[in-house]
């Protein structure tokens, strides 16, 4: 009994399940992982590395207290090499326009609820009522606030407008400055914001006011786009690019996108490799090369030229049997061999 083998056909599944076994060691090798992330401007990010694992997360974070964080503080790395959140805002209050005389004197601002030091306050007196309007620089939605108090115990309420009212109570013990934070959730358009603080039986200390504000420079998101090599600066209103080490902007510009109505518009802008330049320096060195060798080879020349002329041999071959008979006094012929002849003294 025998059984004979047929090898002489292969299936093609066969092969491309080979071939596939053949992959898989490179494939299963690849490591996915997500570049610097963008960064806010006045703000930061940790950790910071050069490249991070799947997995890894970072935590946004902005320079000053009094600078609102808007947006997720935290990112993690995707397996896709992206960042799963998008970059942080930091937010600067809007700016207050100063204390102006009112034809109502309830209406004044103290100048140091809006000096920006949250150290100097104000004292309201027991069962009063207190209004302070805050005109803005210019006509803009409000859409955050912040307000620190001290010691003591009163309803705040917050008029936007005419009609939007966001009331709230303060109470604290401590004479530790507090800030609260109030976000508004309906926007409107204004110009003019007015604060009420109400008191019973205790007063209360008012410390700062800031509020947060958004016009049509103002973009709600930072943008999609981002530049490989590089890193983006993120503002409401701009987006700068730096590109990371090794790396420059080919055209050397910086501001990748603005925005314009609510939108970003975007600048073509790319983070090239930065090259020394060696054929320069290549070059120079090849010419400087070059003009020594011939200046040592004019000066080699010059010498044994001058060196010649101070010295200048004439030979008078004496014949066999001449022995000074028809000679000059400067030479004479060497007796042992009558081919050679000896200098005595020549001035030639």
């Not at 490179?26 to 930061?44: A, I, M, V």
């Not at 609102?68 to 995707?78: E, F, S, V």
């Not at 939007?164 to 109030?182: I, M, N």
């Not at 070059?283 to 070059?290: D, E, R, S, W």
Request: proline share 5%; hydrophobic share 35%.
């Amino acid at each position: 009994m025998f059984v004979e083998y047929f090898m002489g056909f292969v299936p093609k599944s066969a092969i491309r399940i080979a071939g596939w076994m053949l992959l898989m060691p490179q494939l299963s090798c690849h490591k996915t992982t997500c570049p610097p992330p963008d960064f806010p401007e006045r703000g930061r990010y940790e950790p910071v590395k050069a490249e991070y694992e799947v997995g890894q997360t970072i935590t946004y974070s902005c320079d000053d207290d009094i600078v609102l964080k808007y947006g997720d503080a935290n990112a993690t790395c995707r397996s896709s090499g992206k960042w799963s959140e998008k970059t942080l805002f930091c937010e600067i209050p809007a700016k207050l326009e100063s204390q102006k005389e009112s034809a109502l004197e309830i209406l004044k601002i103290p100048t140091s609820v809006i000096d920006g030091d949250s150290s100097t306050c104000i004292q309201t007196g027991n069962d009063t009522e207190k209004f302070m309007a805050f005109p803005l620089d210019h006509e803009a939605i409000v859409y955050f606030a912040i307000l620190c108090f001290g010691e003591g115990k009163a309803t705040v309420t917050v008029t936007i407008v005419e009609y939007l009212e966001y009331a709230f109570k303060v109470d604290s013990g401590s004479p530790e400055v507090k800030c609260l934070h109030v976000s508004f959730q309906k926007y409107v358009v204004t110009k003019f914001i007015i604060l009420n603080v109400l008191t019973n039986s205790s007063s209360i200390a008012m410390c700062e006011v800031y509020f947060y504000t958004a016009d049509n420079n103002w973009c709600a998101l930072p943008p999609n786009n981002s530049v490989p090599n590089g890193q983006l600066e993120v503002s409401r209103s701009k987006a700068v690019l730096h590109c990371k080490e090794g790396f420059k902007e080919k055209d050397g510009r910086e501001v990748y996108a603005t925005c314009e109505n609510s939108t970003w518009s975007y600048i073509s802008l790319q983070c090239a490799e930065d090259i020394p330049q060696k054929g320069h320096n290549t070059l120079a060195i090849v010419v400087g090369t070059l003009i020594a060798t011939i200046i040592l080879i004019l000066l080699g020349w010059t010498i044994f030229s001058v060196r010649k002329k101070k010295m200048r041999k004439v030979c008078v071959i004496c014949k066999p049997g001449n022995r000074n008979g028809h000679t000059s006094s400067q030479f004479s012929c060497d007796p042992s061999t009558s081919d050679v002849c000896t200098v005595e003294n020549s001035s030639v």
